[in-house]
């Protein structure tokens, strides 16, 4: 995990797996397709695919919201597809930095992490492709920019580190992107950065009662 001491509350970003570790498929039911179903069994279906893509399962705790769950779910079955198109968008930006030879083959989707990881988002180098996570509701939709770039940055290196390597390619990105390059190549502020300011609800996104992206 890329996190520890260092970190700002909300504004942590992770990394798994190892160089050479074990490469798990990704499953082929991830473009879900369920037409006949109700928006509702669309999001417990989504959520259950997210499950398989983070490192423990527990990091998509949803359906354990006995409040919320219903709500999360019926809005993650209407909305999702047009939050994953934007943040898909963001990912499409980073790969514009990099020639095409150079770029990996990486997918991204928006998922609510559960609250004990305090996590905004998340590189699976252990998938193949490899996987963002981004908890769209814990950063504001103008910031998922930053964090696409932070965790693409692991996802082009193959690798969980802020180290040296990864200061290169961020830095890379946000001269690219339009975004603050960092200032310092030390690890607490490569973690962290690009900056933004967390939301203060995350789940308040996944009710539908913040703003709706893709209207
Ligand atoms: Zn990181």
Same mark, same amino acid.
């Given at each position: 995990?890329?996190?520890?001491?260092?970190?700002?509350?909300?504004? +942590?970003?992770?990394?798994?797996?190892?160089?050479?570790?074990?490469? $798990?498929?990704?499953?082929?039911?991830?473009?879900? +397709?369920?037409?006949?179903?109700?928006? @509702?069994?669309?999001? &417990?279906?989504?959520?259950?695919?997210?499950?398989?893509?983070?490192?423990?399962?527990?990091?998509?705790?949803?359906?354990?919201?006995?409040?919320?769950?219903?709500?999360?779910? &019926? *809005?993650?079955?209407?909305?999702? *597809?047009? &939050?994953?198109?934007?943040?898909?968008?963001?990912?499409?930006?980073?790969?514009?930095?990099?020639?095409?030879?150079?770029?990996? @083959?990486?997918?991204?989707?928006?998922?609510?992490?559960?609250?004990?990881?305090? $996590?905004?988002?998340?590189?699976?180098?252990?998938? +193949?492709?490899?996987?963002?996570?981004?908890?769209?509701?814990? &950063?504001?939709?103008?910031?998922?920019?930053?964090?696409?770039?932070?965790?693409?940055?692991?996802?082009?290196?193959?690798?969980?580190?802020?180290?040296?390597?990864?200061?290169?390619?961020?830095?890379?990105?946000?001269?690219?992107?339009?975004?603050?390059?960092?200032?310092?190549?030390?690890?607490?502020?490569?973690?962290?950065?690009?900056? @933004?300011?967390?939301?203060?609800?995350?789940?308040?996104? *996944?009710?539908?009662?913040?703003?709706?992206?893709?209207?």
């Amino acid at each position: 995990m890329g996190r520890g001491g260092g970190d700002r509350s909300g504004a +942590n970003r992770g990394s798994t797996g190892t160089e050479g570790g074990s490469v $798990l498929p990704v499953p082929p039911g991830l473009v879900i +397709n369920l037409p006949n179903s109700d928006a @509702y069994t669309r999001g &417990v279906e989504y959520l259950r695919v997210m499950q398989t893509l983070v490192p423990e399962p527990a990091m998509v705790d949803v359906m354990s919201n006995l409040r919320d769950r219903t709500t999360i779910c &019926v *809005w993650i079955g209407t909305h999702i *597809w047009a &939050v994953n198109e934007t943040l898909q968008q963001c990912l499409l930006a980073c790969h514009e930095c990099f020639h095409v030879h150079q770029r990996r @083959y990486i997918t991204i989707y928006a998922v609510p992490l559960a609250q004990p990881y305090q $996590l905004d988002g998340l590189c699976n180098i252990s998938t +193949n492709p490899t996987t963002i996570l981004i908890d769209a509701g814990r &950063v504001a939709p103008e910031h998922w920019l930053s964090i696409v770039a932070h965790e693409y940055a692991h996802a082009h290196l193959g690798s969980p580190g802020h180290d040296p390597r990864f200061a290169r390619v961020l830095a890379h990105l946000c001269l690219g992107l339009g975004l603050q390059p960092p200032s310092a190549e030390t690890e607490a502020g490569l973690r962290s950065h690009p900056p @933004y300011i967390p939301t203060s609800d995350p789940l308040a996104f *996944w009710r539908g009662e913040t703003i709706t992206v893709g209207r």
